[in-house]
């Protein structure tokens, strides 16, 4: 069991950038792929970046790359997403999750933290 607790969200301008973090509870952490997704209003729930256990491999969302870049500390049980060069249609709520295998599909993932909203104006 894992519980996921995501921060960092707010109101940007376009070009600005924003730090999101997720503090993991449980000693398994490291054991754990983590992924980013985020959810506009009225749209389904997409894949926004990866990493392993190890944050040895990671795989971004064609719509983030170059502008995105997920990390993690497994000392801290902790993974963060950093984002540059935001743009409008980055706002949604962004939602960490865990799980063994990881993965690009939300089905894949068993444990999900609560959001935490991303606004970026124009």
């Known amino acids: 069991q894992v519980q996921l607790v995501e921060s960092g969200g707010g109101l940007v301008q376009a070009g600005g950038s924003l730090r999101l973090s997720c503090a993991a509870s449980g000693r398994t952490f490291s054991s754990y792929a983590m992924g980013w997704f985020r959810q506009a209003p009225g749209k389904e729930r997409e894949f926004v970046a990866t990493?392993?256990?190890?944050?040895?491999?990671?795989s971004y969302a064609d719509s983030v790359k170059g502008r995105f870049t997920i990390s993690r500390d497994n000392a801290k049980n902790t993974v963060y997403l950093q984002m540059n060069s935001l743009k409008p249609e980055d706002t949604a709520v962004y939602y960490c999750a865990a799980d063994w295998a990881g993965g690009t599909r939300t089905r894949q993932y068993d444990y999900w933290g609560q959001g935490t909203q991303v606004t970026v104006s124009s």
């Open positions: 990493i392993s256990w190890s944050g040895g491999s990671t």
